[in-house]
């Protein structure tokens, strides 16, 4: 299975080497694992890597027993492969969707690197928005809002619930090192590296500390604005005049800020606070203290407020440069235009310094006879 086409072959195992076939290596890595699922004997191990672990049955009243999963050692087992299955699948969007687009549109180095990254994330907030929202409908998330806070801790997870955690940290990990695969400019990578890390700490996060729920509904607000943020910058680089998308993230950007802080505050500061099972103890996945508390609403607000000041300083950014290029163009001053000038002569007119008779045409000019 290639992804790229080569013209040119590196040494084995060499940086070029790696950089062109980290694919290609990646797939072979997964293909090893399932054909594991064949035999017996490795099937077990197989199933380490393919699906989540620690499930646990908890008797229920309508059906039984109803499977749940909670965290543990083995789950970055599982992590590994679904950053390997990531990695294959960021390969296959480069390759068949974004490079023939952008080739289409003649984007310059600066751009299409850009382009690329917008191209790569649109693809993944949309499916995440709608995997996400799923998930909180069908758990009763968004119908009961007191559900993000009592019976916490909410150690024991649904199987879609915890899955789309793991899918979630593989995602991130492995946009560390498609920095690197793909290239990117020196002066692009503390950017990315600023919102991947922040998305790696608010997911490990809310996995860790057992708010699942919360982390679901923020992950929620927070991925449908990027979405329209990244799919905003995709139709400016088809057409620079297209900024329609871009008021639309204006509008939204704000709105989504206030609601992740209202929600964040009511559930941690408020909610988690009225519960009566108040102690710290990681054995029991138990973190609801006063310090825990304030440290986790202190980083959410710190990131909120972070995000906010740097949205603020780029739109006075662009607004100032808005303002100098109208300044700029009403500067300009317009050359006037000249009349032509008619000059009467005897037996015609000059016109723009060009004798000419009567009726429009040239006069003839006399010839001189020889002596």
């Given amino acids: 299975m290639a992804f790229r086409r080569r013209t040119k072959s590196y040494p084995l195992f060499s940086q070029e080497f790696v950089i062109h076939n980290h694919a290609d290596i990646g797939f072979c890595l997964v293909l090893c694992v399932l054909i594991g699922l064949m035999f017996e004997v490795t099937a077990k191990t197989a ?214 802080l209202t929600l964040a505050v009511l559930a941690i500061g408020f909610g988690l606070a009225r519960v009566e099972n108040q102690s710290f103890d990681p054995e029991k996945g138990n973190f609801n203290t006063l310090l825990c508390r304030l440290c986790v609403l202190l980083l959410v607000c710190a990131a909120q407020a972070w995000l906010m000041w740097r949205f603020i300083h780029s739109q006075l950014r662009h607004w100032r440069e808005y303002w100098n290029e109208q300044s700029a163009k009403r500067r300009i001053p317009v050359a006037p235009r000249l009349p032509t000038r008619l000059m009467k002569r005897e037996s015609g007119y000059h016109e723009n310094g060009v004798v000419k008779a009567e009726n429009g045409t040239s006069p003839r000019t006399k010839k001189l006879k020889s002596p």
């Fill in 47 to 260: 199933f380490l890597f393919i699906l989540p672990q620690y499930n646990v049955s908890v008797p229920s009243a309508d059906s039984g027993e109803t499977v749940y999963y909670h965290y543990g050692p083995k789950d970055l087992v599982t992590i590994l492969f679904y950053f390997f299955i990531s990695i294959i699948l960021h390969a296959v969007v480069q390759e068949y969707i974004l490079d023939k687009i952008s080739k289409r549109l003649h984007l310059s180095k600066v751009k299409n690197s850009k382009f690329n990254e917008s191209g790569q994330l649109v693809i993944f907030h949309l499916s995440s928005v709608i995997w996400c929202f799923y998930v909180v409908v069908t758990e009763g998330y968004l119908t009961n809002p007191r559900s993000l806070w009592e019976d916490y801790p909410h150690v024991y997870l649904p199987f879609q619930v915890k899955f789309f955690y793991v899918c979630q940290l593989a995602y991130w990990l492995h946009a560390l090192p498609e920095l690197y695969f793909q290239k990117v400019r020196k002066e692009e990578i503390p950017r990315q590296l600023q919102y991947i890390c922040l998305y790696l700490v608010h997911i490990a996060g809310a996995y860790l500390l057992n708010l699942s729920r919360l982390g679901l509904i923020l992950l929620l607000l927070q991925y449908s604005t990027d979405f329209l943020f990244h799919m905003a910058r995709l139709f400016y680089f088809a057409d620079e005049n297209n900024e329609r998308l871009f008021n639309a993230w204006v509008a939204v950007f704000g709105v989504t800020r206030l609601f992740i």
